[in-house]
């Protein structure tokens, strides 16, 4: 998910408002809404963890020689039905790959967040303590 998305699983105006006018269209709606404010981000995870599970099944499938249900009927031609499946084959194998960069980018991402907001945490400690002490940020007497 991007931080550029109007209806993320933050709280901003525009998931504040939606949840407001489910509630009031249909109270379900709006609690809907409030648990993806609240846990919206683990969504991500949840679809990745199930794309890998139906892929290892499928795949498994597969090795076994079960044909695959959702596969394409061949056409007859020999040459182009193996030109195909390897071209699928390629296809897959890149998808699976684009996938693992999001997931270390979403992960590197949600690190700097961290960083960034453990750093603002220890500066607001930081003044708060020289504020206890009656220091001010230079470190001269108030």
């Known amino acids: ?8 699983p933050a709280w901003t105006p525009a998931t504040i408002a939606l949840m407001v006018v489910g509630f009031m269209i249909y109270w379900p709606l709006g609690l809907a809404m409030l648990a993806y ?11 990745r963890d199930v794309n890998r599970s139906t892929d290892r099944f499928f795949g498994g499938l597969k090795r076994t020689g079960v044909a695959n249900p959702f596969a394409e009927t ?23 790959r684009l996938n693992e960069a999001a997931a270390e980018f979403e992960s590197y991402a949600r690190e700097l967040r961290r960083a960034k907001d453990q750093q603002e945490f220890d500066r607001f400690m930081a003044d708060r303590q020289n504020r206890a002490s009656g220091q001010t940020i230079d470190g001269q007497p108030a």
């Open 1 to 8: 998910m991007t931080s550029q998305a109007l209806i993320r």
């Open 37 to 47: 404010i609240l846990w919206g981000d683990r969504l991500e995870s949840f679809r």
């Open 74 to 96: 061949r056409t007859g031609n020999v040459a182009f039905d193996e030109w195909r499946e390897k071209e699928l084959s390629r296809l897959d194998q890149e998808r699976r």
